[in-house]
């Protein structure tokens, strides 16, 4: 059992940034693939970018490539995500989540264990 804690989020202005992190308890996040999903109002819960165990493989969706980054700390069983230049369509409720295996990154469906979410709200 992995439990996951998100931390971060807050209110910006567009084009400001904000470093989401989340830490994990109960087992080693090293053994895992992580990936941050978010939830905006009325919408299903998304993608935005995920890597594997090793770090080797990365997923980022297209709206966001380049403008944020996805990292992990397996000594500090945790997961950054890094996000410059905000936009308004950033805004959201970001999770955290975590499974085995290193493939099919961005499938939501494979994620066994999950955090509560932190907003981010990103104003113009």
């Known amino acids: 059992q992995v439990q996951l804690v998100e931390t971060g989020g807050g209110l910006v202005q567009a084009g400001g940034s904000l470093r989401l992190s989340c830490a994990a308890s109960g087992r080693s996040l090293s053994d895992y693939t992580v990936g941050w999903f978010r939830q905006a109002p009325e919408k299903e819960r998304e993608p935005v970018a995920a890597i594997s165990e090793s770090g080797r493989s990365t997923y980022y969706r297209n709206s966001v490539k380049g403008r944020f980054t996805i990292s992990r700390d397996n000594n500090k069983s945790s997961t950054y995500l890094q996000m410059n230049n905000l936009k308004s369509e950033d805004t959201a409720v970001y999770y955290c989540?975590?499974?085995?295996?290193?493939?099919?990154?961005?499938?939501?469906?494979?994620?066994?264990?999950w955090g509560q979410g932190t907003q981010v709200t990103v104003s113009s």
């Open positions: 989540a975590a499974k085995r295996g290193y493939q099919r990154l961005a499938n939501r469906d494979e994620y066994d264990y």
